[in-house]
């Protein structure tokens, strides 16, 4: 079992900050990547950064490029969004995602639970 759990959210008002934190516990041998997604409501869920746990190498959506940051803590099993210049649109519910092989030679590809970021004066 692998479990997602998200941190850090929460109201800030536009042009604001917000750091999530999303921790990666259980049965793990190894994370090949995780990420973020977003959904708003009445809309789908999309993709917002990824992160290769093992190149570092990162993705971002075009709609975040240049105001969002997508780290990681390899040896915490932790990755982190740093989200600057916030806009109401950025509203949504922020998925932690990642992909992981586990101690039992599996791979769990799963979300978190998800947290609120709301964006608003």
């Known amino acids: 079992q692998v479990q997602l759990v998200e941190s850090g959210g929460g109201l800030v008002q536009p042009g604001g900050s917000l750091t999530l934190s999303c921790a990666a516990s259980?049965?793990?041998?190894?994370?090949?990547?995780m990420g973020w997604y977003r959904q708003a409501p009445g809309k789908e869920r999309e993709l917002v950064a990824t992160v290769s746990t093992v190149r570092g190498s990162t993705d971002y959506a075009s709609s975040v490029k240049g105001r969002f940051t997508i780290s990681r803590d390899n040896a915490k099993n932790t990755v982190f969004l740093q989200m600057n210049s916030l806009k109401p649109e950025d509203t949504a519910v922020y998925y932690c995602?990642?992909?992981?092989?586990?101690?039992?030679?599996?791979?769990?590809?799963?979300w978190g639970q998800g947290t609120q970021v709301t964006v608003s004066s």
């Open positions: 995602s990642a992909h992981v092989l586990t101690t039992a030679g599996t791979e769990f590809r799963g």
């Open positions: 259980g049965s793990i041998f190894g994370i090949n990547a």
